[in-house]
């Protein structure tokens, strides 16, 4: 193939991808876009940000705060005071932690690698726990036994601890979120699960 051929084909190719608006345009433009994000972009972003999952769905309402970005963190904190208790933890304390408003089911956070004597209480990790999904949740607690380390977590949004967050290995580690990229987006995915869900997790948060 030569070098007036290989511009043709591009050329083609290109109208194809981003000009073609009959709907065998749309089929290969999709396809396209699929290859390049699966194949290209996200082995790239994982790579780069030193986890196999750095953009991560919030699933359920477990570190949802009541109004969400526009919650009163005084309020929501008087009734969360004796829950954070039991792990010393105090209001001016927990004032300065990362997503000290929570965030939203739905809601795409950006996730990086997580060394484990780099994280510190009130870092957001994610991490397996034996469930069908990663869980996202906030380090309360962190203790070293054997030159290892092991976190114990809590969403913001639960009553207490799930059993398999009390004492979670540096080996079940994913990543460390960092910041929430869009909120909401991740209805446009989790539309369709919605229907397999058990009733009481269905739905916004509130």
Same mark, same amino acid.
């Not at 004492?167 to 989790?190: D, R, T």
């Given at each position: ?8 084909f ?16 749309w089929?290969?433009?999709?396809i ?18 030193g ?27 008087e ?7 039991l ?10 932690f $990362? +997503?000290?408003k =929570?965030?939203?089911?739905?809601d !795409?956070?950006? *996730? &990086?690698?997580?060394?484990? @004597? ?7 990790i $994610? +991490?397996?726990? =034996?469930?069908?999904?990663?869980? !996202?949740?906030? *380090? &309360?607690?962190?203790?070293? @036994? ?5 976190f ?6 639960n ?11 540096q ?28 009733e ?7």
């Amino acid at each position: 193939m030569n070098k007036e051929s290989v511009k043709k084909f591009f050329e083609k190719f290109w109208f194809i991808v981003w000009k073609d608006d009959s709907p065998k345009g749309w089929l290969i433009s999709l396809i396209f876009l699929f290859v390049v994000i699966k194949f290209i972009f996200f082995p790239l972003l994982s790579f780069v940000t030193g986890t196999s999952l750095p953009l991560a769905i919030v699933e359920s309402c477990s570190m949802y705060h009541q109004g969400n970005l526009f919650s009163n963190y005084n309020n929501w904190w008087e009734n969360q005071d004796s829950k954070y208790f039991l792990f010393k933890l105090n209001k001016t304390e927990f004032s300065e932690f $990362i +997503f000290k408003k =929570g965030f939203n089911k739905a809601d !795409i956070l950006f *996730i &990086v690698g997580a060394k484990p @004597e780099k994280l510190e209480i009130g870092d957001v990790i $994610i +991490f397996q726990a =034996g469930t069908k999904n990663p869980i !996202i949740h906030r *380090i &309360v607690n962190i203790t070293k @036994e054997n030159e290892k380390f092991y976190f114990s977590t809590m969403g913001d949004n639960n009553a207490g601890q799930l059993g398999v967050e009390k004492k979670i290995s540096q080996e079940q580690l994913i990543g460390k979120a960092v910041f929430k990229i869009m909120p909401y987006a991740g209805w446009v995915k989790l539309i369709f699960f919605e229907p397999f869900r058990p009733e009481g997790e269905r739905g916004f948060c509130d």
